[in-house]
């Protein structure tokens, strides 16, 4: 036997020695409820077939008495004067002789051929045998007193008068009604006796329709308390035992271990929470440690901003006081002196007064980019129209020089922010429009539309264009794509427009589909209501 069969025969044996969990940890918070849905299904079953078997019965016994005893009673009755109207009218006829007396005869016989028709159709069911044997036996009495007695008075008064000698013996004809009269009464007896019955038998099936759904409304309840009181010892109180666990661990127990019991599932998830307790328990300790770490960079980056901020009081005050007196004796020397020394020393001075100013420019750019967001006034609402005129009115003689002609489409909206830093981002993009101008006067257009929650600023001009491949260098400081002595400048100007423009919580980019000149977007959050 190898050594892998040894180890799963010795697993299956550990596991066949390990106890059965119990029946709450083998079922899951589904199958729980399934079992309940099916409990109270099956409990929905039993009472609504106990009501259907209820209604059923009400049903037979209201259609015994309504629809059978009560016609058959009604029927009973009209039987009952029809041929008391025979009786009558044969009697008067004997002793009168007139036909008048023959009508109600004659119409006793169709109400009586009537109503037995009618108790025929309505006695056709077991509980009425007796009496289709009482209408059978009233059949043959009246038959009889009909041959016997009636037929023959009406021949023989018809033929010699009342005093006829061969009219049949009066006596004879009442002894024969009387019989029939004896079946009618105990047809009728029978009948209010089997009416009796079946009003017993209707008010017993409406006692237990009444029963059957008080009983069924008791069953559901009962149902329905059991199967909320198994769902909450089974799930109820184990989610809630695993939700205070949970809830001490949110509170910052992260030492107190999750332990989970009730259906597997809720086990299952007690455990993955538990498993991730110990992760966050890691990761906490992982992040105390760079919290430290994280703490001495900061104290590290305070002292550096301190010696940057110390380093920025320096560029602007004791390196801007010698450049200038550099850049002004190199001024005087070039009036002074330019054409009394030789063309390579005046090429020389030329060369000193351009490096001076150009270093003047670039720590004054330096300065003003390290002080975006860091020394700037509180934002506030302003107009955007007015800070375009503005950047407008500071290129005034580079737009007066090109001949550039600017068009504003549209109405330019309102935003909050620093006016004099946003008039910089238009200053710094129409300028450069002014400067990578084609052979002809630049041609630029300003728009903006709303994008959602913001304001899209578009700036395009007609200039030589920037290729696609530069989209991102382009915003990168001290980046050029052009020597600087064919195109003046530092290459801060678009640094500087993404830094305000990010400082202002939009964002700036180069629309690289753009087939002709070049085209800037940026953004800039619309205001709010309050606002």
Not at 22 to 39: D, E, G, N
Not at 151 to 176: F, H, S, Y
């Amino acid at each position: 036997m190898s050594a892998g069969e040894q180890a799963r025969r010795a697993e299956r044996e550990w596991e066949r020695t390990q106890p059965r969990p119990p029946l709450v940890s083998r079922l899951t918070v589904s199958q729980w409820f399934t079992w309940a849905a099916i409990a109270m299904a099956f409990v929905t079953a039993v009472g609504l077939a106990l009501g259907v078997l209820a209604i059923v019965r009400l049903n037979d016994a209201r259609d015994l008495v309504v629809a059978r005893n009560g016609p058959a009673l009604t029927a009973s009755l009209q039987l009952s004067n029809a041929l008391i109207n025979q009786e009558t009218g044969v009697r008067g006829y004997a002793l009168a002789g007139q036909d008048t007396f023959l009508g109600p005869y004659a119409t006793g016989r169709q109400q009586a051929t009537t109503a037995l028709r009618q108790l025929h159709a309505v006695t056709t069911i077991e509980e009425h045998e007796g009496i289709r044997s009482d209408i059978a036996e009233i059949e043959r009495r009246v038959d009889r007193w009909q041959r016997e007695y009636a037929q023959p008075t009406i021949r023989a008064v018809a033929a010699d008068g009342p005093g006829a000698a061969g009219k049949p013996d009066p006596e004879l004809g009442r002894n024969l009604f009387d019989d029939v009269r004896n079946a009618l009464d105990v047809e009728q007896a029978e009948m209010i006796e089997v009416r009796d019955a079946g009003r017993t038998d209707l008010a017993d099936a409406a006692r237990f329709l009444t029963f059957t759904f008080a009983a069924v409304a008791l069953l559901i309840v009962i149902g329905i308390i059991g199967v909320v009181l198994a769902l909450r010892r089974t799930v109820s109180r184990p989610l809630r035992g695993v939700g205070r666990r949970v809830r001490r661990t949110a509170r910052g127990d992260f030492d107190h271990a999750i332990v989970g019991e009730g259906p597997r599932d809720v086990v299952e998830l007690a455990d993955d929470v538990d498993v991730m307790r110990r992760r966050i328990v890691a990761e906490l300790s992982a992040i105390k440690e760079a919290h430290e770490q994280l703490d001495d960079q900061a104290r590290e980056l305070q002292r550096s901003n301190a010696e940057l901020e110390q380093f920025a009081y320096v560029a602007s005050h004791d390196l801007q006081e010698p450049l200038r007196k550099v850049a002004s004796f190199c001024q005087l020397l070039e009036k002074r002196y330019r054409g009394q020394l030789d063309e390579r020393a005046d090429q020389y001075i030329d060369f000193a007064v351009d490096g001076a100013k150009r270093m003047q420019q670039l720590i004054n750019d330096l300065l003003a980019f390290s002080r975006v967001g860091r020394f700037g006034a509180e934002q506030s609402v302003v107009e955007t129209d007015a800070v375009l005129q503005q950047a407008l009115t500071a290129l005034g003689a580079s737009i007066e020089e090109s001949g550039a002609r600017i068009a504003v489409h549209g109405d330019l909206p309102r935003v909050r922010g620093e006016a004099s830093l946003l008039a910089g981002v238009f200053q710094n993009l129409i300028g450069n429009a002014l400067k990578f101008h084609g052979e002809g006067p630049p041609q630029i257009d300003v728009a903006v539309e709303r994008v959602g929650d913001e304001w899209q600023f578009t700036v395009t001009d007609d200039g030589i264009g920037i290729e696609p491949d530069y989209a991102e260098r382009i915003f990168m400081i001290f980046q050029r794509l052009h020597a600087k002595d064919v195109y003046a400048g530092t290459g801060i100007g678009l640094a500087m427009c993404r830094k305000i423009v990010e400082y202002h919580g939009g964002r700036i980019w180069l629309d690289t589909e753009s087939r002709q000149g070049t085209t800037f977007r940026f953004t800039l959050p619309v205001l709010q209501e309050r606002e």
